[in-house]
């Protein structure tokens, strides 16, 4: 079983920064990936970011150079640093994270209950 809890959404002028973090409790689960997407209404929802067990990051081409992610293993927790902030970027974002049952041999997605970012103009 995996859980996850975002926290850091808010309201930000544009221009402005965030920092998003989710926090990851697994038991007996191996999570080769974790990564944030975003959301809103009337639409698919869409990566922004992701980090491997390795250390190996995937943007979002309308991200980069803008937001970074990064882990810390020891706090079991994931970031993602937002800077100059759009209002293209108002979303719920979603924190996911990806593995396996402990050697098993399927992965799973475990998802977030999201969090609010909003970019005013």
């Known amino acids: 079983q995996v859980q996850l809890v975002e926290s850091g959404g808010g309201l930000v002028q544009a221009g402005g920064s965030l920092r998003l973090s989710c926090a990851a409790s697994?038991?007996?689960?191996?999570?080769?990936?974790m990564g944030w997407y975003r959301q809103v209404p009337g639409k698919q929802r869409e990566l922004v970011a992701t980090i491997t067990n390795g250390g190996s990051t995937n943007y979002a081409e309308s991200v980069k150079g803008r937001f970074t992610i990064s882990g810390d293993n020891a706090k079991n927790t994931v970031y993602l640093q937002m800077n100059s902030l759009k209002p293209e970027d108002t979303a719920v974002y979603y924190c996911?994270?990806?593995?396996?049952?402990?050697?098993?041999?399927?992965?799973?997605?475990?998802w977030g209950q999201g969090t609010q970012v909003t970019v005013s103009s």
């Open positions: 697994a038991r007996y689960f191996s999570i080769s990936t």
């Open positions: 996911n994270a990806r593995g396996s049952r402990y050697r098993g041999p399927y992965e799973y997605d475990y």
